[in-house]
């Protein structure tokens, strides 16, 4: 177990549909990651926040939003569903900024979009 | 740019026998070098992490891994493999600059240990 939870495990939905994945890191990480593993992708970074900001983006959609809260879980927003969007989303976390620090992964969220 | 190429999509070793499952890079500066491992259903584990010093890293699990700097690789070994060693295992990159925190992963490699 990493110490980050990500809820929920399963989440099955239609094409034009918006759902919302919610990450909780480590206690103290300030970091977090969303990664996206598809298998004609692989895995892909999509976002990295720290302490509230917005750090790096990767290959992430215009569809897709996420945010870090005060509390520091974070949310990753994705609208307009298309079947390309399933896959296996995850998130990470690290104690301060990278690289330096290990980025410890979560269960993950398997998105289906029916 | 930057990229991280696993040869092998799939490996199948019999139990005992030694591993070594492959890894090259492309970056322009000094990498940040990591391995996972996937069970499946689970999320990734970090077996061990290259970042400066002493080429060959030792980590979890009996795994060990050497940087070559000259080959642009950074192969991931195991004297002998258990049965619980089966699962994809992946070699990345840390290829933020300004501390952005972006891995870029390989492709990743399966493997199979037979009894």
């Known amino acids: 177990d990493s110490g980050v939870t990500q809820t929920p495990k399963h989440l099955i939905t239609a094409t034009g549909q918006r759902v919302t994945l919610r990450c909780s890191p480590r206690s103290g990480d300030l970091s977090v990651y969303w990664y996206q593993q598809s298998l004609d992708q692989g895995l892909q970074f999509l976002i990295h926040y720290y302490n509230g900001e917005e750090r790096a983006k990767g290959n992430i959609l215009e569809r897709f939003s996420a945010q870090q809260f005060p509390d520091l879980h974070s949310e990753l927003n994705l609208s307009s569903l298309e079947l390309g969007d399933s896959a296996l989303y995850f998130c990470?976390?690290?104690?301060?900024?990278?690289?330096?620090?290990?980025?410890?992964f979560g269960p993950g969220t398997r998105l289906t979009v029916l | 740019a930057q990229s991280v190429t696993q040869p092998d999509i799939h490996i199948t070793v019999s139990e005992g026998a030694s591993l070594e499952l492959r890894c090259n890079y492309s970056y322009g500066a000094t990498p940040y070098l990591f391995w996972y491992v996937q069970s499946p259903g689970q999320g990734l584990q970090l077996l061990l992490k290259y970042f400066s010093g002493d080429t060959l890293v030792q980590g979890i699990k009996g795994f060990e891994a050497e940087f070559k700097r000259s080959q642009s690789s950074f192969n991931l070994r195991k004297p002998s493999v258990h049965w619980s060693d089966a699962a994809e295992y992946f070699c990345?990159?840390?290829?933020?600059?300004?501390?952005?925190?972006?891995?870029?992963f390989g492709q990743g490699t399966t493997l199979q240990v037979k009894p």
């Open positions: 990345a990159v840390g290829a933020g600059s300004g501390n952005t925190g972006k891995l870029i």
């Open positions: 990470a976390s690290s104690v301060s900024l990278p690289p330096q620090y290990e980025q410890f």
